[in-house]
């Protein structure tokens, strides 16, 4: 099921929208800069980033906008098998297939063990527990729901996993972008839980509840969602914090 509503909270998610190139064999100078063997490139080296290491590395620091773009260009022509896994990990299905199993595994320890949960704990800390795994079903729904998985599961294992030799074929792009999507909504909703329901700072309703599925999906129908990012932005901007920060 695709939500219409979610279409317009794609202008909030920087997306990658690269063409796929074919490999021609080594590139030595791409876009006005030198490509250069990757085991020799560090990016606190002076001078790292006036040219491209030919394959995918981690960037820890803060790269320029420009050159972290033309390199990665580079290496999408490049069919970089070690950019073709970083760009699996948002995948939507992996994603939901992972929330997935962490579901199905809750539920059983869960089962397991109720007469603990029922004995041992105070009914604070069941609500607290309960909750906890509502908000793992709701935010397993969204990515199986919102990014149109329908219960698909990947043929490639950890090892196998390359964005350019996507068993999905022309869906790859789509996928990540899907994927990418629903991490971006879901993390104002995890934001928006720790600050309204965790630990609530008065005495208001919330606009909406991320442990109910059902009221997440009005949510974003009905423009409460919007609402919910703006004050998750106003809180970012006057905090200075990361979008991932509580």
Not at 1 to 16: D, H, I, Q
Request: net charge negative; proline share 5%; hydrophobic share 35%.
């Amino acid at each position: 099921m695709r939500l219409v509503s979610v279409e317009g909270l794609r202008k909030r998610v920087k997306r990658l929208k690269k063409g796929f190139g074919v490999s021609e064999g080594p590139i030595k100078v791409w876009r006005g800069k030198r490509v250069v063997a990757f085991e020799g490139w560090n990016e606190w080296k002076p001078g790292a980033f006036k040219v491209f290491p030919d394959k995918f590395v981690p960037i820890f620091g803060e790269a320029p906008e420009d050159w972290m773009d033309d390199w990665i260009d580079l290496l999408v022509k490049l069919k970089d098998p070690g950019l073709g896994r970083w760009r699996c990990f948002d995948c939507v299905i992996k994603k939901a297939s992972e929330l997935r199993v962490e579901v199905e595994e809750r539920c059983r320890l869960r089962e397991e063990n109720k007469d603990f949960y029922e004995r041992e704990l105070t009914p604070e800390k069941r609500v607290e527990f309960e909750r906890q795994d509502r908000l793992k079903v709701a935010e397993y729904m969204l990515y199986n729901d919102v990014g149109g998985v329908e219960g698909r599961v990947c043929a490639f294992d950890e090892e196998r996993r390359d964005f350019f030799k996507c068993p999905f074929g022309d869906e790859a792009e789509v996928l990540v972008e899907d994927g990418r999507l629903v991490e971006a909504l879901w993390t104002h909703l995890t934001w928006y839980n720790y600050h309204h329901w965790k630990f609530p700072e008065g005495e208001e309703t919330p606009l909406v509840d991320p442990a109910d599925y059902d009221d997440v999906l009005k949510a974003l129908d009905d423009g409460r969602f919007e609402k919910v990012v703006e004050e998750h932005e106003a809180y970012m901007k006057k905090t200075k914090s990361p979008m991932w920060a509580l």
